[in-house]
T-cell receptor, first 112, second 116 residues
Framework: SAVISQKPSRDICQRGTSLTIQCQVD?????MFWYRQQPGQSLTLIATANQGSEATYESGFVIDKFPISRPNLTFSTLTVSNMSPEDSSIYLCSVAGIHGYTFGSGTRLTVV | GDSVTQMEGPVTLSEEAFLTINCTYT??????LFWYVQYPGEGLQLLLK?????DKGSNKGFEATYRKETTSFHLEKGSVQVSDSAVYFC???????????????FGAGTQVVVTP
């Protein structure tokens, strides 16, 4: 299966600032996704990162708040913009391809 | 839309006890079903999966059988260890739906605590 390197693993940020999370895969993958796991809750899909085009966002998530880039088939970034304490969560990238599905180890974000 | 419902936790067990975590799903297509485990402070790890009705997934002593007639995928382990303490997520992904391919619907998660 694919191996994902997700950075940073954790961060503590001031409200009003932005954080960019990187997801690097060791092989080309068709689909990349970003999920959020709020404290004590399950995972919710934020968006599908499409290579060469805008991301496709799920209901409740918007590009201005969570801009996503996917410049090639092995890399994507998620930015959490203008952060507030409610954005404190674990953010995970996921990939799907011929190998199956793999999740990154997550980025634990705390907004103070 | 597709959804997953799993039993609430926490589930507290003694070592060597039998563990069952119930999971049911609703889906309009033919989803694959998964159990993921999240150990404290770590990311998600695939525990087992089943891709069609009557398939049994198994790994590390855990088992789950895809039951289409009851739309269930209950997780079981005959003798738990302290190291099995974690949060367990039931999930589905419908490969048949083009625009949903690769996306997961997760249950709420069940925390399992195994005491010595």
């Amino acid at each position: 299966s694919a191996v994902i390197s997700q950075k940073p693993s954790r961060d503590i940020c001031q409200r009003g600032t932005s954080l960019t999370i990187q997801c690097q895969v060791d092989s080309q993958v068709t689909m990349m996704f970003w999920y959020r796991q709020q404290p004590g809750q399950s995972l919710t899909l934020i968006a599908t990162a499409n290579q060469g085009s805008e991301a496709t966002y799920e209901s409740g998530f918007v590009i201005d708040k969570f801009p996503i880039s996917r410049p090639n088939l092995t890399f994507s970034t998620l930015t959490v913009s203008n952060m507030s304490p409610e954005d404190s969560s674990i953010y995970l990238c996921s990939v799907a391809g011929i190998h199956g599905y793999t999740f990154g180890s997550g980025t634990r974000l705390t907004v103070v | 839309g597709d959804s997953v419902t799993q039993m609430e936790g926490p589930v507290t067990l003694s070592e060597e006890a039998f563990l069952t975590i119930n999971c049911t799903y609703t889906a309009t297509g033919y989803p694959s079903l998964f159990w993921y485990v999240q150990y404290p402070g770590e990311g998600l790890q695939l525990l087992l999966k089943a891709t069609k009705a009557d398939d049994k997934g198994s790994n590390k002593g855990f088992e789950a059988t895809y039951r289409k007639e009851t739309t269930s995928f209950h997780l079981e382990k005959g003798s738990v260890q302290v190291s099995d303490s974690a949060v367990y997520f039931c999930a589905l992904s419908d490969l048949a739906k083009g625009d949903s391919w690769g996306k997961f619907q997760f249950g709420a998660g069940t925390q399992v605590v195994v005491t010595p």
